[in-house]
């Protein structure tokens, strides 16, 4: 009964030994393309953000940096007034 097992199983295993290696070579071609795809992918986002960074005016750039600067006063002048509310 054993022996019949295994030589039916050999029977199977014999196309599967020659069947394995194209999968396994297909399955690595398919991951490869696959990691290449993302890789280009995350390029592309790169490189529109980086273009994107590039193309920003230069007076949004002055707006943001006057409404940090105001953003800033406005703190000093309220830690400056809990300071001097605080002392007798």
Do not use: C
Request: positive net charge; charged residues 30%; glycine residues 4%.
């Amino acid at each position: 009964m054993k022996e019949q097992t295994v030589s039916a199983w050999n029977g199977w295993s014999a196309p599967f030994r020659f069947l394995t290696p194209v999968l396994v070579t297909i399955g690595l071609w398919i991951l490869a393309e696959v990691r290449r795809d993302v890789k280009e992918v995350r390029d592309r986002i790169y490189e529109h953000q980086t273009n994107a960074e590039l193309h920003v005016p230069r007076g949004e750039f002055e707006r943001i940096r006057v409404e940090i600067l105001q953003m800033r006063q406005e703190i000093v002048a309220s830690i400056r007034q809990e300071q001097q509310r605080r002392m007798p």
